[in-house]
DNA sequence: TTTATTTGACCTGT
DNA sequence: ACAGGTCAAATAAA
C-alpha cells in the first residue's frame, strides 16, 4: 500500500512536471508566428488535463485519507490505467472518482451519455456494445434528427428487476458518431449468456437500417452479419468513446481513441464489466471486444493489449465463480497482477461494503 | 419452443 | 397538442 502510494505520489508529480512542459511549450508557441492556432489550443487542452488528472488524484488520495472507502486492499483501486499515450496509470483512476463525486450528487436516477465514433466501416453493433446484455424495446423518429433513435432495455428487466435502460442515436452531422444515452444502473447479475444475447443483439444499423418502423428491405441488407471470429477482428477500426454526465453536461472521461486494439480471440463472456463496474460509465469504456477469455471453458480473461497510446493494458485474470467475480476480477486486474487468485477476490468481495464502494453513489 | 426484434398503439410530461 | 418514451402483440430467428 505504501509502495502504491508512492507510485501515486510519481503519478502526481508526472502530471504536474507534464504540465509545466507543456505550459513552457505555449510560451514558446505563443511567440511564434508560425504556429497555429490550434497547435497553441491543443497544448492548452493538454495542460489543463494534465492539471486535471492531477487534482482529481489528490482529492482521491484526500477522500481515501477521510475514510470514504472501505476497501482493504489497496491494489483493487488504486493503480489506474491509461488510456491516453501519456501516464498510463491515471485515466480510469480519474473518471473513477470523477464518477464517483458526480453520482454523490444523484439523488434520482443516473443518467449519462457516451459519443461512440465508429471509424472504417467497423461492425457497429459490436463497437457500440457495452457488455450487457440489451433488448431493444422501442424505437423512434426524433424530431429534427435524421435518423431515429433505438431503445434498448436490461434484458433482465422482468426476471431480476433491472431497470438499465439506454437509447442509441445516431448523429446527424457525424454518421459514424454514436450517442448512446443510458439510464439507469444494472441491478441485475449478468449471466453468462452474455456472448449468446451478444450474437442476437439488435444490429444497430441506425438510418442505414431503416429509418422508421417500417423500412425493413434496406434494413436486411445493411445488417453486417458476419462470424464472431471475424467481426472480432474487423472491429479493429479507430473507435472513439466520450462520456458525458448529463447532470453535470461535463465529460466526465476525455475522449480517447483506441487505434486498432489487437484482440486475442472471440468473447465467450463480456460481462466482465457487468453489474458493479459497467454501471459505470467509465467502465462502460471497456467494449467486450477488448476482453477475450483464453478459452471459453476455463473462463480465464485477457484483456487485450489496447496500445491505450504508448503502453498497452494487458491483464489476465482466472475466474469461474459468479459474475460479481467476474467483475472484482477486471477490477483486480487492472492493478497490474496478472492473474488474479480466486481467494484473493472472496477475500476482497468479503472486505468491500458496496454501498462504499468507489463506483457507487 | 424459446428468445429477440419490430412496430403500432398507448402513456406521460410539457 | 405534441414529442419522447414504453408496452405488447405479431413476427422472425435461433
Same mark, same amino acid.
Given at each position: 500500500?505504501? %509502495? &502504491?502510494?508512492?507510485? /501515486?505520489?510519481?503519478?502526481?508529480?508526472?502530471? !504536474?512536471?507534464?504540465? #509545466?512542459? +507543456? =505550459? @513552457?511549450?505555449?510560451?514558446?508557441?505563443?511567440?511564434?508566428?508560425?504556429? %497555429? &492556432?490550434?497547435?497553441? /489550443?491543443?497544448?492548452?487542452?493538454?495542460?489543463? !488535463?494534465?492539471?486535471? #488528472?492531477? +487534482? =482529481? @488524484?489528490?482529492?482521491?488520495?484526500?477522500?481515501?485519507?477521510?475514510?470514504?472507502?472501505?476497501?482493504?486492499?489497496?491494489?483493487?483501486?488504486?493503480?489506474?490505467?491509461?488510456?491516453?499515450?501519456?501516464?498510463?496509470?491515471?485515466?480510469?483512476?480519474?473518471?473513477?472518482?470523477?464518477?464517483?463525486?458526480?453520482?454523490?450528487?444523484?439523488?434520482?436516477?443516473?443518467?449519462?451519455?457516451?459519443?461512440?465514433?465508429?471509424?472504417?466501416?467497423?461492425?457497429?453493433?459490436?463497437?457500440?456494445?457495452?457488455?450487457?446484455?440489451?433488448?431493444?424495446?422501442?424505437?423512434?423518429?426524433?424530431?429534427?434528427?435524421?435518423?431515429?433513435?433505438?431503445?434498448?432495455?436490461?434484458?433482465?428487466?422482468?426476471?431480476?428487476?433491472?431497470?438499465?435502460?439506454?437509447?442509441?442515436?445516431?448523429?446527424?452531422?457525424?454518421?459514424?458518431?454514436?450517442?448512446?444515452?443510458?439510464?439507469?444502473?444494472?441491478?441485475?447479475?449478468?449471466?453468462?449468456?452474455?456472448?449468446?444475447?451478444?450474437?442476437?443483439?439488435?444490429?444497430?444499423?441506425?438510418?442505414?437500417?431503416?429509418?422508421?418502423?417500417?423500412?425493413?428491405?434496406?434494413?436486411?441488407?445493411?445488417?453486417?452479419?458476419?462470424?464472431?471470429?471475424?467481426?472480432?477482428?474487423?472491429?479493429?477500426?479507430?473507435?472513439?468513446?466520450?462520456?458525458?454526465?448529463?447532470?453535470?453536461?461535463?465529460?466526465?472521461?476525455?475522449?480517447?481513441?483506441?487505434?486498432?486494439?489487437?484482440?486475442?480471440?472471440?468473447?465467450?463472456?463480456?460481462?466482465?464489466?457487468?453489474?458493479?463496474?459497467?454501471?459505470?460509465?467509465?467502465?462502460?469504456?471497456?467494449?467486450?471486444?477488448?476482453?477475450?477469455?483464453?478459452?471459453?471453458?476455463?473462463?480465464?480473461?485477457?484483456?487485450?493489449?489496447?496500445?491505450?497510446?504508448?503502453?498497452?493494458?494487458?491483464?489476465?485474470?482466472?475466474?469461474?465463480?459468479?459474475?460479481?467475480?467476474?467483475?472484482?476480477?477486471?477490477?483486480?486486474?487492472?492493478?497490474?497482477?496478472?492473474?488474479?487468485?480466486?481467494?484473493?477476490?472472496?477475500?476482497?468481495?468479503?472486505?468491500?461494503?458496496?454501498?462504499?464502494?468507489?463506483?457507487?453513489?
Amino acid at each position: 500500500m505504501e %509502495s &502504491h502510494l508512492k507510485l /501515486e505520489e510519481a503519478d502526481l508529480i508526472s502530471d !504536474l512536471m507534464q504540465g #509545466k512542459e +507543456l =505550459t @513552457k511549450q505555449l510560451h514558446d508557441h505563443m511567440f511564434s508566428s508560425s504556429s %497555429s &492556432h490550434e497547435t497553441k /489550443e491543443v497544448l492548452l487542452e493538454r495542460i489543463l !488535463l494534465s492539471y486535471d #488528472k492531477a +487534482l =482529481t @488524484k489528490l482529492k482521491w488520495e484526500a477522500n481515501v485519507g477521510n475514510g470514504e472507502t472501505k476497501i482493504t486492499n489497496g491494489n483493487m483501486m488504486g493503480s489506474p490505467c491509461s488510456f491516453t499515450n501519456e501516464n498510463p496509470k491515471t485515466e480510469v483512476f480519474d473518471q473513477v472518482v470523477k464518477h464517483r463525486s458526480v453520482s454523490k450528487r444523484r439523488k434520482t436516477m443516473d443518467i449519462w451519455k457516451k459519443q461512440v465514433k465508429v471509424c472504417l466501416g467497423a461492425v457497429i453493433e459490436r463497437s457500440l456494445d457495452d457488455g450487457n446484455s440489451w433488448r431493444k424495446y422501442g424505437q423512434k423518429d426524433i424530431l429534427r434528427a435524421n435518423f431515429p433513435r433505438e431503445y434498448y432495455r436490461c434484458t433482465h428487466k422482468h426476471t431480476q428487476g433491472c431497470l438499465a435502460t439506454k437509447h442509441v442515436q445516431k448523429s446527424d452531422e457525424e454518421p459514424t458518431t454514436y450517442e448512446i444515452t443510458y439510464k439507469g444502473r444494472h441491478t441485475c447479475i449478468q449471466a453468462n449468456h452474455a456472448n449468446k444475447a451478444f450474437s442476437s443483439r439488435a444490429k444497430i444499423c441506425l438510418g442505414e437500417h431503416k429509418h422508421h418502423n417500417h423500412q425493413k428491405n434496406e434494413a436486411q441488407e445493411e445488417k453486417i452479419e458476419q462470424p464472431p471470429h471475424e467481426t472480432i477482428f474487423t472491429f479493429s477500426s479507430e473507435l472513439e468513446v466520450k462520456i458525458e454526465d448529463l447532470k453535470t453536461k461535463k465529460n466526465i472521461f476525455p475522449s480517447f481513441c483506441f487505434p486498432s486494439p489487437s484482440i486475442g480471440s472471440e468473447i465467450e463472456d463480456n460481462n466482465i464489466f457487468s453489474d458493479t463496474l459497467i454501471e459505470n460509465p467509465f467502465m462502460e469504456c471497456f467494449s467486450p471486444a477488448f476482453l477475450s477469455p483464453a478459452t471459453s471453458e476455463s473462463n480465464i480473461f485477457c484483456l487485450s493489449p489496447c496500445h491505450f497510446g504508448s503502453s498497452g493494458l494487458g491483464l489476465s485474470v482466472q475466474t469461474s465463480e459468479s459474475d460479481i467475480t467476474d467483475v472484482v476480477s477486471a477490477t483486480t486486474s487492472i492493478t497490474n497482477s496478472p492473474i488474479v487468485n480466486l481467494d484473493e477476490l472472496n477475500l476482497f468481495l468479503d472486505n468491500v461494503d458496496f454501498d462504499t464502494f468507489p463506483m457507487h453513489p
